[in-house]
């Protein structure tokens, strides 16, 4: 809570004032009546200067994910009634989002997935969200070196818009330098990798298969431990649980797999 004006206002902490109007300043598209009715305040309540009530208005305003750099100051005082300024500025809307180092084919499904349409809140959270929701996208496609920058720029066309700016840098796929098991009895790790007829591990000698990672091919693999089980009689084989993860440079991929043979 700041004071407006403070070594010429002289007022009473701790004392009940009874509020007597809230005038709203900053550039804002909302009704100012609307803005005072989200704070909770009301005029002719009593309040403590700083207090409470205030303090839950700001969190009221920081919680509708709205605003930014919320503060009250007192405007003025007359006995027991108090006059607040509230200064708020408000967060800026989408006005366009340009998605760039990835297929064209594949921007709309970006923007639709993170809800960059025209006339969005851009706060940080969006920002986040979006640069976390891309990243471990391609990761999960085997781009695990995967950096996502955005920026905003003011849009001069609109008032208080901004256009989202989103740079890609998938990388290149990670080879796998290691598939491990655990779990397993029946089958050693080397019969099991063969079964994996799509997944590899680097091998020097073997120039037909890439050990790149690719997740639906490895979707696939997995389903064909379980049927090398299966065509031996191992009806309730399963894979209980697998990972996929750098490794100790980060220059390479890793996976642990943990079967039930049943």
């Known amino acids: 809570f700041q004071l407006h004006a403070q070594d010429r206002i002289q007022y009473d902490q701790g004392k009940k004032y009874i509020l ?5 300043n900053g550039k804002i598209s909302y009704n100012e009546q609307t803005v005072v009715t989200f704070t909770g305040l009301e005029k002719g309540q009593q309040i403590i200067v700083p207090g409470e ?12 994910g709205l605003f930014s750099d919320i503060d009250f100051y007192v405007n003025k005082i007359e006995g027991d009634s108090i006059w607040l300024d509230l200064d708020i500025v408000e967060l ?3 006005s366009e989002a340009k998605i760039q180092g990835v297929k064209k084919s594949k921007i709309e499904g970006l923007i639709k997935d993170n809800g960059l349409t025209k006339g969005k809140i851009v706060n940080e959270n969006l920002i986040t969200t979006t640069k976390n929701y891309i990243e471990n996208k391609y990761k999960k496609d085997g781009y695990f070196n995967t950096k996502v920058f955005i920026k905003t720029i003011p849009d001069t066309t609109e008032g208080n818009q901004v256009k989202m700016l989103v740079n890609i840098d998938k990388g290149d796929k990670l080879k796998i330098s290691k598939i491990n098991f655990e779990g397993n009895e029946k089958f050693s790790d080397a019969k099991l990798r ?35 089980y299966k065509e031996k009689g ?5 894979v ?7 490794n100790a440079k980060k220059s390479k991929l890793a996976i642990n797999i943990r079967v039930e043979e049943g």
């Open 234 to 238: 191992y009806r309730d084989a399963r």
């Open 53 to 64: 009530e205030t303090s839950n208005a700001i969190k009221k305003l920081g919680k509708l």
């Open 92 to 94: 800026p809307k989408l």
């Open 194 to 228: 063969g079964a994996m007829k799509n997944t590899k591990q680097i091998n020097p000698l073997r120039i037909f298969k890439a050990s790149k990672f690719i997740k639906d091919k490895y979707k696939e693999d997995l389903t064909s431990i379980v049927d090398k």
């Open 240 to 246: 209980v649980s697998d990972s996929v993860f750098l």
């Open 20 to 24: 007597a109007d809230v005038k709203v």
